[in-house]
């Protein structure tokens, strides 16, 4: 597929426009070749096939909707060549510059200094550094080749003159470190001027220059989500490769700790982005390797990243990872924020294409140690060496390139892994900040903002304040949970007599990482050593484990199926169906009961529908349990009723949309039920199709407005003809636009505004904080517009704070001051600037993207769609703003107990358990 955003053909392209692009199908066998002028609303293009050329012609509206059997089939979204990017980094005019120090902020006591500022079209846009056996300093430029500096003493900048270019010829370096005697540097050329992959870069004869380079591994890869850093064992005997989603797989040794039953596992049709991004990119998306120092032993350590950039291992021997987002998917269900990920052996993290990402409770895949927000993740370090403070040297480093910040992150050890916090460290507007290290010798860490062709700068952070910058100990922290982990992990990739019976105990441990590496070591055992007792075991909690490994080692998932998949195995379909009906699951606790759906969907995806009898008693069996106490349980049972035909399913998610308070709980039941077709009244009918008139005035991501028009095609798709006669109405009818604070507030229609004080309010809270209502201060929450920028629970924007820890952060006077008088105190991250160009125009809003000379400002925090690229060498004045992007009076049309409701709410963090609530009503939906 060529370079360029993707988008399905429709009414904005243009009479004569050329549509070229090119679709490769992993595993099917083919490519989808379009090519053509745009003609009278429509275009031709060609699926060629190993059987020869079938021609089509596509209207106007029809490529990536489901009216495209092409998509419908194969899940395949039309993409569209843009404008050639930028080739070069634009000359250092107006605000296209290296971020000036007065507008970076760093934590107190420290002190960042720019110490060159990169002449980009000379040296490029670097990205990447390390230190090699001397301590001088490497940095790579993304679209070109290395340079070695030694770093100055503090305080003293860097010159032309002490930048040197190495003389070895290559190119394209997005990661490097160096290791065994040599420089070992990831590749990932965008302009497949050389293959990307893993190289070993070294000094042939001896005369201090690197000059030699070898291609240990070559790694298929385009754009942006390729090959990145190298990343040395915790043991020392080999290196991890970190890559994203647009490298193809390797071949992947047989001792891999990842079991490589790669699967999609929808039980409903997954849609593919709405704009076509990854359109047909199958599991198992970004992988990270364990590769020998040859290069000639390549294993899977784990899978399903988006867009891995960087890793990094602590001094316990673990390795963690900054995860990205997917920018398009804001304000969906399936949206998941930039993410801090332990990465244990033979993980999965559950990126797949479009809205088949897996949410973190989900029991094939692990959750993130931390969600950290929207942004673009790229450099990770640990802090030892550093000559900072205690708390610092041991402190994860994560960058976000795109919202410019570098955050601290302190990690926790808890059972098996860790918990986490983070704190902003350095952040500037604009910082497109590309990779960060400790020199080990002057103990201060560099970092390099740069990347995507923007204006670079190399700079230093040392801390000058009074604490002690005394070495902390070194020592590994020993963890009883953690051994045990290990010793499971250790029969991973291999066969071991031993192994089923060192597993077993520990199918159902509390510690979930625990759970996961006992269930990854019974997947690498002979199938039949184990599956009668998967099938025969009484404890519950085991047997759905064992129940969950079952069907993924012996079913196969339709889109990964191929000419040499054996046949669906149906008797073990029936084995594993009986099994799972088997099981009482009124006396699971929650996270079993989710195994057990979860499961149960893997099953009949990968092993296909069964007989009438059986969807019969899997109804009865599941049906009493929606709704359930928790939107996660409503999620899973929802879809499986639904694809199982359910009676009832229908009535039960209009019920659950008309109540849930968020966009994405209300997306999510919509989706799920798009193709029923039991169970319907004209009366349920008419209020789902009305709920699409409602969710016209949703906002999100740019690929939003598409995901609805896919739901809503396929539910209309599910009409009978005299269903859509009747319903003709309903179906023509127009939404009303709507503001996003007015769509969420409709419920304060009417009312009147009351300027409330703090002093009034603080005063209330002070004793009313008792019995309070949890529905009504979720409803607030909702209605006051809170999560049309907010993220809350794992639901709501992400164009605000987090709010669910706020109740740790803030007394209730504290958050009731943050929300009456907004701009008294401002988030650094979510701070906005103003811009004021050359020409005069002026624009505020919060800086989300960088490319070449352009920056992208989003001007309206409660659709993060409304963007404005404006050219950085045309920016006269840039100033970060003293006003909240939050508006005032948001508690104006609320009662005084409606309030506190809503305090109550958020200090609890969303727990109907907490003690606010007392003996009030707590509802049944926490």
């Not at 021997?317 to 920018?327: K, P």
């Not at 098996?416 to 916090?421: F, K, L, N, Q, V």
């Amino acid at each position: 597929m060529p370079n360029g955003s993707t988008a399905p053909l429709h009414s904005g392209n243009v009479e004569g426009e050329n549509i070229t692009f090119k679709q490769t199908m992993p595993g099917q066998g083919f490519e989808l070749e379009y090519n053509g002028v745009l003609k009278d609303g429509a275009i031709e293009f060609k699926r060629v096939t190993p059987n020869g050329t079938q021609e089509f012609t596509a209207k106007r509206g029809e490529i990536g909707t489901r009216k495209d059997s092409v998509r419908a089939k194969q899940n395949v979204g039309a993409t569209r060549s843009r404008a050639p990017r930028q080739t070069a980094v634009g000359p250092a005019i107006g605000e296209n510059k290296a971020t000036p120090v007065d507008r970076i902020k760093a934590a107190e006591g420290f002190q960042v200094e720019l110490l060159y500022s990169v002449p980009g079209q000379d040296q490029g846009s670097w990205v990447n550094l390390c230190t090699d056996d001397k301590g001088r300093i490497l940095v790579s430029d993304q679209f070109g080749g290395l340079y070695r500096m030694t770093p100055p003493p503090s305080g003293t900048p860097l010159h032309g003159q002490d930048i040197e270019s190495v003389p070895a010829k290559i190119r394209g370096v997005n990661g490097m470190v160096w290791a065994f005697g040599a420089l070992y540097v990831g590749v990932n050329d965008y302009e497949q001027k050389i293959p990307s992959g893993l190289y070993r870069v070294s000094d042939s004869d001896g005369d201090d220059h690197l000059d030699k380079v070898e291609l240990l591994r070559e790694i298929k890869a385009r754009g942006d989500h390729g090959v990145h850093a190298v990343v040395p064992t915790p043991d020392g005997q080999s290196l991890y490769l970190v890559t994203g989603n647009n490298t193809t797989p390797a071949q992947i040794a047989d001792s891999s700790p990842v079991r490589q039953v790669w699967g999609e596992d929808h039980l409903l049709p997954s849609m593919p982005d709405g704009l076509g991004h990854n359109a047909g990119v199958l599991a198992p998306g970004g992988i990270i390797y364990r590769v020998s120092p040859d290069g000639k032993t390549c294993e899977a350590f784990a899978s399903g990243f988006r867009n891995v950039f960087d890793a990094a291992v602590n001094r316990d021997g673990e390795l963690f990872t900054y995860d990205a987002d997917m920018e398009r998917d804001f304000n969906t269900p399936w949206y998941r924020p930039t993410r801090i990920c332990h990465v244990s052996s033979g993980a999965d993290f559950g990126w797949r294409n479009g809205t088949g990402k897996r949410p973190p409770f989900y029991a094939d895949n692990l959750p993130a140690v931390l969600d950290v927000g929207p942004g673009s993740p790229t450099g990770m370090t640990f802090g030892y060496g550093a000559r900072f403070p205690a708390k610092y040297q041991n402190a994860l480093y994560a960058l976000d390139w795109s919202w410019g910040k570098l955050y601290a992150v302190h990690l926790e050890p808890n059972g098996s892994t860790y918990t986490a916090t983070r704190e902003e460290f350095v952040t500037g507007a604009p910082l497109p900040i590309s990779d960060a290290i400790i020199h080990p010798q002057d103990g201060a860490m560099y970092f390099t903002i740069g990347g995507r062709r923007v204006q670079s700068g190399l700079y230093q952070v040392t801390y000058v304040g009074g604490e002690s910058t005394t070495p902390v100990d070194s020592a590994t922290h020993v963890s009883k949970d953690r051994q045990l982990r290990h010793s499971l992990e250790a029969f991973h990739g291999r066969n071991d007599p031993k192994a089923v019976l060192a597993a077993w105990p520990y199918l159902d441990h509390d510690d979930r990482f625990i759970r996961w590496a006992a269930r990854t070591t019974i997947e690498h055992q002979p199938t039949a050593t184990w599956a009668d007792r998967a099938i025969s075991e009484t404890n519950s909690g085991k047997k759905l484990a064992a129940l969950l490994a079952l069907t993924r080692v012996t079913g196969v998932c339709p889109q990964h199926r191929n000419n040499k998949t054996p046949p669906v195995d149906a008797k073990m379909r029936s084995k594993l169906l009986g099994a799972l009906v088997s099981v009482d699951a009124s006396k699971l606790k929650q996270r079993q009961l989710l195994t057990l759906v979860r499961t149960l969907q893997i099953t009949l995806n990968r092993l296909g529908r069964p007989d009438k009898a059986t969807t019969q008693r899997l109804i009865q069996q599941l049906d009493p349990l929606l709704p359930s106490e928790s939107p996660e349980s409503n999620w899973l049972l929802c879809e499986t009723l639904a694809f199982l035909e359910s009676p009832t399913v229908a009535a039960k998610a209009i019920a659950l949309i008309q109540s849930a308070p968020t966009q994405e709980e209300q997306t999510q039941y919509a989706r799920s039920i798009r193709m029923l077709k039991a169970g319907w009244t004209p009366q349920l009918r008419t209020a789902y199709l009305e709920w699409f008139l409602t969710a016209a005035n949703y906002r999100g991501g740019d690929s939003f407005a598409r995901f609805i028009e896919f739901i809503r095609d396929d539910a209309v798709d599910s009409l009978g003809e005299a269903e859509t006669k009747m319903l003709a109405e309903v179906l023509e009818r127009k939404p009303q636009r709507r503001s996003a604070l007015e769509n969420l507030g409709r419920i304060f229609e009417g009312r009147p505004s009351t300027e409330w004080t703090l002093d009034e309010l603080s005063a209330a809270a002070r004793h009313g904080l008792t019995r309070r209502d949890f529905r009504v201060g979720r409803q607030m929450f909702a209605a006051a517009g809170c999560y049309a920028c907010h993220r809350f629970d794992n639901q709501g924007g992400i164009t605000g704070p987090d709010l669910t820890s706020a109740g740790r952060r803030y007394s209730a006077p504290d958050l009731l001051d943050q929300v009456i008088n907004p701009s008294k105190v401002i988030n650094d991250q979510y701070s906005a600037v103003q811009v004021l160009t050359q020409d005069g125009v002026s624009c505020t809003g919060v800086v989300v993207n960088l490319h070449g000379d352009a920056i992208t400002i989003n001007t309206d925090l409660t659709d993060p769609s409304q963007q404005v690229r404006i050219d950085r060498k045309e920016i006269e004045e840039l100033m970060v703003s003293k006003l909240s992007p939050m508006p005032v009076g948001l508690l104006n049309r609320m009662k005084k107990e409606e309030i506190l409701d809503l305090v109550a709410y958020i200090i609890s963090g969303g727990n109907p358990k907490h003690e606010m609530y007392g003996n009030g009503t707590t509802g049944d939906d926490g």
